[in-house]
């Protein structure tokens, strides 16, 4: 049974930082991408950042480019997500989810690339 369980979220002010991470249980974690989305209250879950299975490819929404970083740890069967220089329009509550096996896709960016999901972990940015 494939389980990824989020943790790293918090409050922090404006400008602020915070590392996510997501830890991988129940299959290969070096054979599928892994991917960060985030859902704010009212609306819809967007994605934010994906890694290929090897870590050589990264993919960002537009909004956190240069802001954001992904990374896995393969040792660990984690994958990363720093994230710098926040503002409130990051609140929201972020999940980490796992490719479908064998899924081979340039950006990993839609949701029904995924079929594993974490529980989300909050990240609350204030002014």
């Known amino acids: 049974q494939v389980q990824l369980i989020e943790s790293g979220g918090g409050s922090v002010q404006s400008g602020g930082s915070l590392r996510l991470s997501c830890a991988a249980s129940?299959?290969?974690?070096?054979?599928?991408?892994m991917g960060w989305f985030r859902q704010a209250p009212g609306k819809e879950r967007e994605f934010v950042a994906s890694?290929?299975?090897?870590?050589?490819?990264?993919y960002y929404a537009d909004f956190v480019k240069g802001r954001f970083a992904i990374s896995r740890d393969s040792a660990a069967n984690t994958v990363y997500l720093q994230m710098n220089r926040l503002t409130p329009d990051d609140t929201a509550v972020y999940y980490c989810?796992?490719?479908?096996?064998?899924?081979?896709?340039?950006?990993?960016?839609?949701?029904?690339?995924?079929?594993?999901w974490g529980q989300g972990t909050q990240v609350t940015v204030s002014s």
């Open positions: 989810a796992q490719s479908r096996p064998a899924w081979r896709s340039p950006f990993y960016s839609r949701k029904d690339e995924y079929d594993a």
């Open positions: 129940g299959r290969p974690f070096n054979s599928y991408a």
């Open positions: 890694i290929t299975w090897n870590g050589g490819d990264t």
